[in-house]
């Protein structure tokens, strides 16, 4: 059974930074690609970012390029989302998700496990 589970997020002040993370477990790590969404209350679940197996394909939604930044160390199971000049509308439960399969990764119904969520406060 796979099981992503979240961790470092909390509350920040605009323009400063987090570090998320996500461990995998039930899996084998290196065959997934692994994605971030985040979703904001009374919002849709939205896309943050992706990152393949390998690491070689990146992408990320237009609201956070250039100040987030995903990566993985697949000897650790883990992936990691550096969210840098964060922003209030960045405030959202951020969710660590898995497939094999890459089609359609922006959209939620296209991935398959989903980790319970981290709280990201951006308030001042």
């Known amino acids: 059974q796979v099981r992503l589970v979240e961790s470092g997020g909390g509350l920040v002040q605009p323009g400063g930074s987090l570090r998320l993370s996500c461990t995998a477990s039930g899996l084998r790590f290196s065959d997934y690609h692994m994605g971030w969404f985040r979703q904001a209350p009374g919002k849709e679940r939205e896309f943050v970012a992706v990152?393949?197996?390998?690491?070689?394909?990146?992408d990320y939604a237009d609201s956070v390029k250039g100040r987030f930044t995903v990566s993985r160390v697949n000897a650790r199971n883990t992936v990691y989302l550096q969210m840098n000049s964060l922003k209030p509308e960045d405030t959202a439960v951020y969710y660590c998700t898995a497939d094999r399969r890459g089609a359609d990764y922006s959209r939620k119904e296209s991935w398959g496990s989903w980790g319970q969520g981290t709280q990201v406060t951006v308030s001042s």
């Open positions: 990152i393949s197996w390998s690491g070689g394909y990146i």
